[in-house]
């Protein structure tokens, strides 16, 4: 996590939107929505990332995390509170701006990884919905 410096873009608005379930932060001139399961999976904390390269923990089965609520950490981050317990992600103001940014090749990625881990978002135990395959028009016999 960097430090505040001249440089650093610093939120105007945070929202939650709990119906939708997304984070919704505003830097003068953007605006964000990362989804409570994005956030998880991205958590910036120890226990996901690990201590070092090739240490993280691929994040699986967060499709249905809620965010609880949100505390601040001094004037340089926000600590998200997980229905699945997690607490331990601070997410600095250069990180959200970062996730942002980034989102979308960001979970690209991640979709990736899980497909070659053989992993789902679902969480264990929860059947992911059925896809319905879309067939072709009525065949005459």
């Known amino acids: 996590m ?3 410096d001249a440089s650093t ?3 105007t608005e945070i929202k939650l939107h709990q119906k939708s379930r997304l984070l919704e ?4 001139g953007e605006s964000f ?9 991205f958590t910036p904390s120890a ?4 201590h070092g390269p090739g240490q993280e923990v691929l994040q699986v089965g967060k499709r249905d995390v809620d965010i609880e609520r949100v505390e601040s950490v001094g004037n340089y981050a926000i600590r998200p509170i997980f229905s699945d317990g997690h607490d331990s992600g601070l997410y600095s103001w250069d990180l959200l ?9 960001l979970w690209q990625a991640y979709l990736d ?18 896809a319905v395959k879309a067939h072709g028009g009525c065949r005459k016999s």
């Open 33 to 41: 929505q990362l989804s409570y399961e994005f956030l998880r999976v």
């Open 113 to 130: 990884r899980l497909q070659d881990a053989g992993a789902s978002r679902d969480a264990q135990g929860q059947a992911a919905p059925l």
């Open 47 to 50: 226990e996901a990332r690990g």
């Open 97 to 105: 701006y970062n996730l942002g940014r980034n989102r979308d090749a």
């Open 9 to 11: 873009r610093i939120p």
């Open 2 to 4: 960097a430090g505040l």
């Open 25 to 28: 932060v505003r830097f003068d």
